[in-house]
């Protein structure tokens, strides 16, 4: 994307990445990295949204990168299991970070070939998702923006509370509110989302324009009607300037 328009004064609360600030790691099949205050670019898909052979594929992608990276047969493993045994110890946090955007990159275009029972293009469900979204707001996190799309959502959060209430508790409470409900709805039981979601820490205005604007134009990069997404942002970040631009 051309930047052209986000240098202007940052919105209220965000809080980009600060190097003065301690890191700390928590990881799953992924890397996720937390800073006190920061602000975090998510996505949340339903469990369905990409088939087995996607996955697959996925794993074989991330094993050919940590072989490439030096690793052994053990390490290729904690990479696809527990990286973060794996972490500090052989790869800079730079190399992550290019490496899981690149997946989300693949994912993305993926989650918009709308793959799955794409529960939330029905409107009673993705008002479900947004109510949920919204509950919490001011409270435990401060929702910058999101759009819901038909099988997953993209959002910028910035927890409230990141030493009781980290980003991954309250996306997983989300997640265990709305499952109940449209299961019941649906007349399904079971997973509905996929228990990890993506995030990664907004770097600064610029990464944070950037961020707005892929969620603002995500409906029209996956070709989809009006009718099947929703999306918002926060009337105090429009009131500095910073909205979608299409």
């Given at each position: 994307?051309?930047?052209?328009?986000?240098?202007?004064?940052?919105?209220?609360?965000?809080?980009g990445?600060?190097?003065?600030?301690?890191?700390?790691?928590?990881?799953?099949?992924?890397?996720?990295?937390?800073?006190?205050?920061?602000?975090?670019?998510?996505?949340?898909?339903?469990?369905?949204?990409?088939?087995?052979?996607?996955?697959?594929e996925?794993?074989?992608?991330?094993?050919?990168?940590?072989?490439?990276?030096?690793?052994?047969?053990?390490?290729c493993?904690?990479?696809?299991?527990?990286?973060?045994?794996?972490?500090p110890r052989?790869?800079?946090?730079?190399?992550?970070?290019?490496?899981?955007?690149?997946?989300?990159?693949?994912?993305?275009?993926w989650?918009?070939?709308?793959?799955?029972?794409?529960?939330?293009a029905?409107?009673?469900?993705?008002?479900?998702?947004?109510?949920?979204?919204?509950?919490?707001?001011?409270?435990?996190?401060?929702?910058?923006?999101?759009v819901?799309m038909?099988?997953?959502?993209?959002g910028?959060?910035?927890?409230?509370?990141?030493?009781t209430?980290?980003?991954?508790?309250?996306?997983?409470?989300?997640?265990?509110?709305?499952?109940?409900?449209?299961?019941?709805?649906?007349?399904?039981?079971?997973?509905?989302?996929?228990?990890?979601?993506?995030?990664r820490?907004?770097?600064?205005?610029?990464h944070?324009?950037?961020c707005?604007?892929?969620?603002?134009?995500?409906?029209?990069?996956?070709?989809?009607?009006?009718?099947?997404?929703?999306?918002?942002?926060?009337?105090?970040?429009?009131?500095?300037?910073?909205?979608?631009?299409?």
């Amino acid at each position: 994307m051309t930047v052209t328009n986000w240098n202007r004064e940052p919105p209220p609360g965000f809080q980009g990445f600060r190097e003065d600030l301690p890191v700390t790691v928590y990881c799953r099949h992924l890397p996720h990295w937390r800073q006190d205050g920061a602000s975090y670019f998510v996505t949340f898909r339903l469990v369905d949204s990409l088939p087995q052979s996607k996955l697959h594929e996925l794993e074989a992608i991330k094993r050919e990168w940590a072989m490439r990276g030096g690793m052994g047969k053990t390490d290729c493993q904690s990479v696809l299991q527990n990286c973060e045994s794996v972490l500090p110890r052989h790869i800079p946090r730079e190399n992550w970070e290019n490496f899981t955007r690149s997946l989300m990159v693949k994912v993305e275009a993926w989650l918009d070939e709308g793959m799955g029972e794409c529960w939330m293009a029905r409107p009673e469900i993705a008002r479900m998702v947004m109510d949920s979204l919204h509950h919490f707001d001011n409270d435990q996190y401060e929702l910058g923006c999101y759009v819901v799309m038909a099988n997953h959502v993209h959002g910028i959060f910035r927890p409230l509370q990141p030493k009781t209430l980290p980003l991954e508790k309250t996306l997983q409470s989300r997640k265990r509110r709305t499952s109940r409900e449209i299961n019941a709805i649906v007349g399904r039981s079971g997973t509905l989302w996929e228990e990890e979601s993506f995030d990664r820490i907004i770097r600064d205005e610029e990464h944070l324009y950037r961020c707005i604007q892929y969620i603002g134009r995500n409906p029209a990069k996956a070709r989809l009607p009006s009718d099947r997404w929703h999306r918002w942002i926060r009337p105090s970040w429009q009131s500095f300037g910073w909205m979608f631009e299409d």
